[in-house]
């Protein structure tokens, strides 16, 4: 047994370990905990405010963080080899974004929404919804990207395809205005947790078509 396979396969195995908590937890902010906050009495706001929302993105920004950490080392291990293509760029590239949404924005946000660090909460709220929307938005196209690299050769764009190719910067093109409209933009189409589950996949098949016909 060789000392590189051990790191490979140790490498992978955290990488979706982690991923799983920090997406798992992002489906919770999205899909379970906005919509307990909305109806929630007021007792039991400034409760789950207080206690639980502070550990649970605790968790988050951390798993985000290891998540990030784990990719670095695959995506190293993928370029030594030469298996870069253009869906583990594409798929390296969300990733990344969303991790930095995580620690630039939805956390600094979320601290003033929250109360712990003074500021204009309903503005930093908003700040910190539109962001954690656009992660959740970018999350399913972003898992198949990663899975169609070493997995989805006949489109074209996985293993073995050039790394550079015109279908890769014109998903890194809808990839940026997706990523400007999280940081300057507005909800739109992704404010109901409906709209925002939907978008995602439509992105996925966009994302799949893209690569597959250009």
Do not use: C
Request: aromatic share 14%.
């Amino acid at each position: 047994m060789e000392i590189a396979d051990i790191i490979n396969i140790l490498s992978r195995w955290l990488h979706v370990l982690f991923g799983i908590a920090w997406i798992g937890l992002l489906y919770y902010f999205n899909f379970i905990q906005g919509g307990y906050f909305k109806n929630a009495s007021a007792e039991g706001l400034a409760d789950a405010k207080e206690k639980l929302a502070p550990d649970a993105l605790w968790w988050f920004r951390w798993a985000a963080m290891l998540t990030f950490i784990t990719g670095l080392i695959l995506l190293h291990l993928v370029m030594k080899n030469h298996q870069l293509n253009p869906y583990i760029t594409l798929g390296a590239t969300m990733g990344t974004l969303m991790f930095l949404n995580v620690w630039l924005i939805i956390w600094p946000n979320q601290k003033i929404a929250l109360g712990m660090k003074e500021g204009d909460a309903a503005a930093a709220g908003a700040k910190a919804l539109l962001a954690s929307r656009t992660n959740t938005f970018l999350s399913a196209p972003m898992l198949f990207a990663m899975l169609a690299g070493p997995h989805f050769a006949s489109s074209g764009a996985g293993y073995g395809a050039p790394v550079v190719s015109s279908s890769l910067w014109v998903g890194l093109g809808i990839i940026a205005i997706i990523e400007l409209n999280g940081i300057f933009g507005k909800l739109g189409p992704i404010a109901s947790v409906k709209g925002v589950i939907s978008g995602s996949f439509i992105l996925t098949f966009v994302m799949g078509a893209v690569f597959s016909f250009i």
